[in-house]
Nanobody, 121 residues
Framework: QVQLVESGGGLVQAGGSLRLSCAASGSIFSISAMGWYRQAPGKQRELVAQKTSGSSTNYADSVKGRFSISRDNAKNTVYLQMNSLKPEDTAVYYC???????????????WGQGTQVTVSS
């Protein structure tokens, strides 16, 4: 079994910063991509940023230049540094990872429980 546990959400004023963390634990053989999605009320879940095991990164256009994703492969942890936050960044942020469990031959998608980020104007 695999778990993703997120931390670091909260309330911040516009222009402020937050850092999200997500640690994967359990019977992990290897991790391919790790990243973050977000879902605002009444909107679809959207990709914010992802980082592959080969260090390739992708960002949503709306966060480029403000958000930065990083990984600590030794700790199976992914981080999202969010700077210059805007009210429109308000959403529930979900960590995800593409993981191969030790006893399986295939990769599967795993999700965290979500952490609320609220940016006040």
């Amino acid at each position: 079994q695999v778990q993703l546990v997120e931390s670091g959400g909260g309330l911040v004023q516009a222009g402020g910063s937050l850092r999200l963390s997500c640690a994967a634990s359990g019977s992990i053989f290897s991790i391919s991509a790790m990243g973050w999605y977000r879902q605002a009320p009444g909107k679809q879940r959207e990709l914010v940023a992802q980082k592959t095991s080969g260090s390739s990164t992708n960002y949503a256009d709306s966060v480029k230049g403000r958000f930065s994703i990083s990984r600590d492969n030794a700790k199976n942890t992914v981080y999202l540094q969010m700077n210059s936050l805007k009210p429109e960044d308000t959403a529930v942020y979900y960590c995800y990872a593409v993981i191969r469990q030790a006893q399986l031959m295939t990769y599967g998608d795993y999700w965290g429980q979500g952490t609320q980020v609220t940016v006040s104007s």
